[in-house]
């Protein structure tokens, strides 16, 4: 095989030779609706194709590379970590304890910790942990609230129109015992919460994204998470908050802290490590020493690469930056000031839409106006719209993901230029699409 790069599309002809819908995930495939990418390098906030083409990138792999993209102090402390050694695999090291000790300095839920590789292991290690402790097995989760693609809870995140309601299984080859035990609620609505706990008898756990930005953002209405802090503790329930996007990207302290709710477990991957593979379950003492047996008694919490000391030297390090420098203040201004920019140009251009958003996350939202409270409000949004403005904005060297159902995000490495760059090429798309 030869180590020319090539062309875009050849990459993406042979890849989809050898690779089930040519890319490692579906969602990465639909990039190839703007035209046959391949990318091949990454720094600060500008994403790099195969021949050089260069775009500003807003997708920032669905929200990990809060920092930017190869953040020197980030990399330093990756490379200097494998000098010293890849892999142990037995016992402990002080990394994983420094790290594990950052965590419990920083979230108000975290008194132990158990690093993994990805979100969706956390996730389903919060549920094992939850199950185990209440002895029952309904899990609760909330329509449009995406926890990763295992059986237990890839259920109801992203159900057509008429399957909302339903417990949909996201993906065939699904255990039916495990959709049937996924009760799927609609977010904010506190009064379902207490219906479901009346009702079912042997609820295990509550999952939630605090804000579920699977389906770009829908903001708690006041008072709901704490509604489900008191229903779930009056009936012996753990909640479990899915801070996987939110986690570190909102708030050094989890959005757990800006909200004023602490849940019994917290589930972290994505931004704690700037795109280093790494993540996290971690809660309560109580619940968590289930997992501290030797595989053979209590919770089963295992892997082999499990506390990995890449993704940790990458957590030690990005931690450190995001709990001393003024990361998120400085994230979060910068999105207010995107969201107010797009808004203004929506208005200029008479565009009937909204901009939805938190702190550094933003997504304009064609053909539905006012505030999103639940997954059917998203779910009416024009996607073509959406699909044009993203294939213009690229042509405009702005990259984001064309799936209208997401979000934009930005790094510690976006500021004033980007910002004018982005805007001046939305009022060019947005003029041309609506001929003013
Ligand atoms: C809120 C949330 N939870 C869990 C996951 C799953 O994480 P991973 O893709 O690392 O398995 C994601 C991924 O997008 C997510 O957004």
């Not at 030690?316 to 001393?324: F, H, I, N, P, Q």
Request: proline content about 5%; hydrophobic content about 35%; some cysteine.
């Amino acid at each position: 095989m030869s180590d020319e790069r090539g062309s875009s599309r050849s990459v993406v002809e042979r890849a989809r030779t050898v690779i089930p819908g040519g890319a490692q995930t579906g969602l990465r495939a639909q990039a190839y609706d703007l035209g046959e990418i391949a990318f091949s390098g990454a720094t600060g906030t500008t994403l790099e194709t195969v021949e050089g083409e260069t775009f500003t990138d807003y997708h920032l792999a669905f929200g990990p590379v809060v920092l930017g993209h190869g953040h020197p102090e980030v990399d330093d402390a990756v490379t200097e970590t494998i000098d010293e050694g890849v892999l142990y695999g037995a016992a402990t090291t002080p990394l994983e304890v420094e790290v594990a000790e950052r965590v419990v300095d920083l979230l108000p839920s975290a008194e132990r910790v158990n690093f993994c590789n990805s979100g969706t292991e956390a996730t389903y290690h919060a549920i094992r942990l939850a199950r185990a402790y209440t002895g029952n097995d309904r899990v609760i989760k909330f329509e449009g609230c995406y926890h990763g693609w295992h059986d237990y809870v890839d259920v109801g995140v992203y159900p057509p129109k008429e399957r909302i309601g339903e417990k949909h299984p996201e993906s065939a080859g699904m255990l039916p015992e495990a959709v049937e035990h996924t009760e799927v609620l609609p977010f904010n609505d506190p009064d379902a919460v207490e219906a479901a706990l009346e009702e079912f008898d042997d609820v295990a756990a509550v999952i939630c994204e605090p804000i579920p930005h699977s389906v770009g953002c829908l903001l708690p209405e006041e008072g709901f998470l704490a509604s489900l802090r008191e229903a779930t503790a009056e009936n012996g329930v753990p909640l479990i908050f899915d801070e996987v996007i939110t986690g570190f990207r909102h708030s050094a302290h989890g959005i757990q802290d800006e909200f004023g709710v602490t849940p019994d477990l917290t589930t972290l991957a994505k931004a704690m490590g700037n795109g280093y593979p790494v993540a996290a379950v971690c809660g309560r003492e109580e619940l968590m020493a289930q997992a501290g047996g030797d595989n053979t008694s209590g919770v089963v919490i295992s892997g082999t690469y499990s506390g990995h000391p890449v993704g940790l030297a990458a957590a030690r390090e990005t931690l450190r930056l995001l709990d001393e420098e003024s990361v998120v203040e400085e994230i979060s201004a910068l999105g207010e000031r995107y969201r107010e920019g797009l808004e203004g140009l929506f208005a200029e251009h008479g565009i009937e839409g909204r901009v939805v958003g938190y702190g550094s996350v933003f997504a304009p939202q064609f053909g539905v106006t006012g505030e999103p409270r639940r997954y059917e409000d998203v779910l009416r949004l024009d996607e073509a719209t959406f699909e044009e403005f993203a294939r213009r904005m690229r042509e405009r060297g702005q990259f984001f993901t064309p799936n209208p159902y997401k979000r934009q995000h930005l790094s510690w490495a976006h500021g004033e230029a980007e910002l004018e760059g982005y805007l001046a090429a939305a009022d060019e798309v947005l003029g041309s699409m609506m001929g003013t």
